[in-house]
């Protein structure tokens, strides 16, 4: 049990790392004149692409949620809404990404439809962690067995994935090393790196 939510844990507190400095970022364009840093904000958007969408949430869904189908019935509205919010993630992206190519041709007139799109996935994301770390974590420290945290665990500790290949997370620390080196201070260190 421990062990699995650690790990969600961790993934939470490194994806909101990612959306602070994301949010941060664009904000600080209007407020304090910054100019926009595309490659990086294309790095941010790779990262929640693969990482939340195409990782954390998958195990979230097929694993844990499935077991607390099972044990505990009555929270599957709140199962219902996770999964629904799971699914409207990449659209959300999408719109973001549509957004940020769209300021990067056009320029500062496309400004505020990019600070809007990443305002409302910023709050949306923020939003649906919160609710699975107050409402689903505490649920599943009471709700499952010793023989759902073993099958959970196993899966959440191997950390590997088949779209991936054998060592996703090694993908996915590469990525975050990355967007914590190229973003300016106080969000990152402000150092060009490589991009993984």
Known sequence: ??????????????????????????????????????????????????????????????????????????????????????????????????????????GSSAYSAFRDATQQYVTFERAHMAREETKIIPLARARLTAEDWHTIDAVFAENDDPVFGAAPTKHFEKLFSAIVAMAPAPYGLGVRAPRP
């Open 1 to 106: 049990m421990a062990e699995t939510i650690g790990i969600i844990q961790a993934e939470h507190r490194a994806y909101a790392a990612v959306l602070d400095c994301l949010d941060h970022l664009v904000r600080d364009i209007e407020t304090r004149g910054y100019s926009p840093d595309f490659g990086l904000f294309y790095l941010i958007l790779e990262y929640i692409r693969d990482f939340v969408d195409r990782y954390h949430h998958p195990k979230e869904d097929h694993y844990l949620f499935k077991a607390l189908r099972r044990r505990a019935p009555e929270v599957a509205p709140i199962l219902d809404a996770l999964e629904d919010e799971h699914r409207q993630g990449p659209e959300l992206i999408k719109t973001l990404d549509w957004t940020l190519r769209e300021y990067q041709g056009a």
